[in-house]
Structure formats: C-alpha cells, structure tokens
C-alpha cells in the first residue's frame, strides 16, 4: 500500500524566507511525528500529532518552527524566516497507534537555505 | 533525555559473515527498541523491533536481542549480501516522553 510521502522532496530556499513543508501519513494513521536529521546524524524529534492535537512541540528549536494538522491526516511544518543553520533534512513519520510504537517514515524534504 | 549511542560507527563485512551492531541507552524507563536501515536519499525503513517484555527478536536473516539490565540492544544480520550495505540507526523511547531517540547511525558495507 502507500507509504508516507513528503512534498517538495527538495526546497531551496534564500535566507529570510518562509517554507512549508508537508506529510501525507499512511491512511489511518493516528500518531505523526517531524524530525530534523542533520548530515551525518540520526533524525532528532521536532513534534507529535495524536489525530489533530499537537500534544508535544518541545522539539521545535525555535518559535519560527510551526507544525499544524488541522484535520488529523495531512501536516505541514513551516519554517518562517529559514536561517542557515536550518539546513537538513526534515522527516515525517506515521504510526497506527496513537502512541511512539511502529513508526513509518516518508522520504524527508532535504532543504538547503543559501 | 534519552540518549542513545551506537558502536561501530562504520563496519565493513565480507558477503555471507555475520555483522553485530550494538546500542547502548540512558533512560531505564524506555521499554521500545526498534532499528532502522536508511539507503542514500531515502528515509529510514524500519527492519525489525523489540519491547521490553522479551529478550530476543528474530525476522529471517536479523535478529535484535535486548539486555536490559545493562542497557544495551544488538542487531545481528547473518549472511550478509550486497543489499545490506547501508546505514542503521537504533532507537528507543517509552510512551511518556512521545518520541524515539536515535543514535548517529552505523554505516555497514557488506563487500562482495
């Protein structure tokens, strides 16, 4: 069946500029979660989604990262005024359970910031 | 926090031998092990997990065992091919903290 996915797969993006970037879960899926992953390191968590409520955001590094999921499937993580140090690759995973177990990911935007 | 370290950061195996990866976690909390394998521009796929309620997990040619006592977790791959090269990340978390902790990922070449 249809994994996760992730659109765009690759963003550039100026410095000072807004992104939005955006998951599409596994159909039915209750828990969705955003990573960061830096070259060479493992994905670092940014936030969780239970269906529409967004019950942890102590990931997001800082008050210009905002996550929503306003009808419990879709999501998009937007980043306002992208600095350098945003640069990575962003990770969204799914799991059926409305908890951490089976976490199913998509193939990540990689977005570069000039 | 969490905090999850892997060793070897790279290890290189002759096709068909074994390759052992070894993780050891903080939290004694954390009661969820699972392992990832990540190829080059693609997300991470998950191979194979464990819970705290068993020792050892096994799916075909990998395995996870989990001693948690000492805090640690192994992933075993047996007769490895080509296609096993790749990067592996483990991680662990418990449902209290809502996220999985990862480590920096172990880069397995399996030469031919």
């Known amino acids: 069946g249809a994994g996760v996915s992730q659109s765009p797969r690759y963003k550039v993006a100026k410095r000072g500029q807004d992104v939005a970037l955006r998951c599409d879960p596994i159909s039915g899926h209750v828990s969705l979660f955003w990573y960061q992953q830096a070259l060479g390191q493992g994905p670092e968590f940014l936030t969780y989604f239970q269906n529409e409520a967004q019950l942890d955001k102590s990931g997001l590094p800082s008050d210009r990262f905002f996550a929503e999921r306003p009808e419990g499937s879709v999501s998009t993580l937007k980043i306002q005024r992208t600095q350098q140090e945003d640069s990575a690759v962003y990770l969204c995973a799914s799991s059926l359970s409305g908890d951490i177990y089976e976490q199913y990911f998509g193939p990540g935007t990689r977005l570069t910031v000039t | 926090g969490e905090n999850v370290e892997q060793h070897p950061s790279t290890l290189s195996v002759q096709e068909g031998d074994s390759a052992v990866i070894k993780c050891t976690y903080s939290?004694?909390?954390?009661?969820?092990f699972p392992w990832y394998k990540q190829e080059l521009g693609k997300g991470p796929q998950l191979i194979i997990d464990?819970?705290?309620?068993?020792g050892e997990k096994k799916d075909q040619r990998i395995a996870v065992t989990l001693n948690k006592t000492a805090k640690h977790f192994s992933l075993h791959i047996t007769e490895t091919q080509p296609e096993d090269s790749a990067v592996y990340f483990c991680a662990a978390g418990h449902r209290g903290n809502n996220r999985l902790a990862f480590g920096k990922g172990n880069q397995v070449v399996v030469i031919p």
């Open positions: 464990i819970r705290s309620n068993v």
């Open positions: 939290d004694s909390a954390s009661n969820y």
